[in-house]
């Protein structure tokens, strides 16, 4: 992970909020285990959730009887399957729930919910055949972290119901696509009074020296506020090896319940390098992965 000198000011920030939840849902049970998961976050932050599905795009010509009747009942068969999948869940009946069924790229229609309805994160799953590259619906993750203006927290095959946020652990590069998410994890840590990880990675095959060390710790530190200590337990860390790896190895030792990551504002996720990172992450990670996208100050935790 490259790294860059920060300001020696730290970093301020204010409470989260993930009042207003949208799931994307296929009605597999992969994308069912990212509604239980959303639900569980919309009880501890008293929200509400938006349930989506996405037909595929059918284009029907003027005239084609057979084919607008195959997409009404294309539309009906997913009506239903929504009304099943959100019975299927007892707790939604005590949170506000909307549920929609649209036609067209997932994507689009995330991003289309996101801005309409003031939405404060994303919740999806993601296949572990595909790793990151699939997830439901076989929509691609980089274009929906990419477009979604809001946090994206992605549900991989192997990982954990979402029980509490008691312990987090942010893998910070130092880059600047990582500050907003360091609001974002420190201000997690304090609304949920969590512990808080603070890592980096150096990508070399020793470790750092102990100037290194100590300069990447002191960054670390800056990402967080003054007054952390007053609100939740953080504590910094810096590895030496390949990035995902020893940030599995660090989330398994410390029972992490949630691994929150940044994605750099140029390009998708920057290179290709982070975005396999992200990918190993997800496709192996035993919770769910927070991704935040954009700049310090851009939608920031409100």
């Known amino acids: 992970m ?55 795009s059918m284009e029907v010509r003027y005239g084609d009887v057979l084919g607008m009747e195959a997409r009404q009942a294309a539309m009906a068969a997913a009506q239903t399957a929504m009304a099943r999948e959100v019975e299927s869940i007892p707790d939604l009946a005590r949170i506000p729930c909307m549920t929609r069924v649209e036609e067209g790229p997932l994507d689009l229609q995330v991003e289309q919910v996101v801005r309409s309805h003031h939405v404060d994160l994303v919740v999806a799953g993601s296949r572990g055949a595909q790793g990151l590259d699939k997830l439901l619906f076989g929509s691609s993750a980089e274009s929906l972290i990419r477009r979604a203006p809001c946090p994206v927290l992605i549900v991989g095959p192997n990982a954990r119901r979402v029980d509490s946020l008691q312990s987090i652990l942010f893998a910070a590069d130092l880059e600047l696509g990582s500050l907003r998410a360091a609001q974002y994890a420190a201000a997690l840590g304090k609304t949920m009074q969590a512990t808080l990880t603070v890592m980096h990675v150096v990508n070399r095959v020793g470790p750092p020296q102990r100037e290194l ?14 007054d952390a200590a007053m609100y939740f337990k953080a504590h910094v860390q810096v590895d030496h090896g390949q990035a995902a790896p020893r940030i599995l190895r660090a989330a398994n030792l410390g029972g992490t319940e949630l691994i929150l990551t940044g994605c750099r504002h140029n390009g998708a996720l920057g290179d290709h390098a982070a975005w396999r990172t992200l990918s190993k992450l997800i496709h192996d990670a035993e919770c769910p992965i927070l991704v935040v996208n954009g700049r310090l100050g851009e939608g920031a935790p409100a």
């Open 2 to 56: 490259a790294t860059m000198i920060l300001d020696s000011a730290h970093l301020e920030t204010t409470p989260v909020s993930f009042r207003r939840i949208l799931v994307t849902t296929d009605f597999s049970a992969q994308a069912h285990m990212a509604l239980v998961d959303a639900v569980r976050l919309a009880t501890l932050f008293a929200g509400e959730i938006f349930v989506l599905h996405a037909l595929p």
């Open 213 to 226: 060390r100590k300069d990447l710790e002191e960054r670390l530190m800056h990402l967080l506020p003054r």
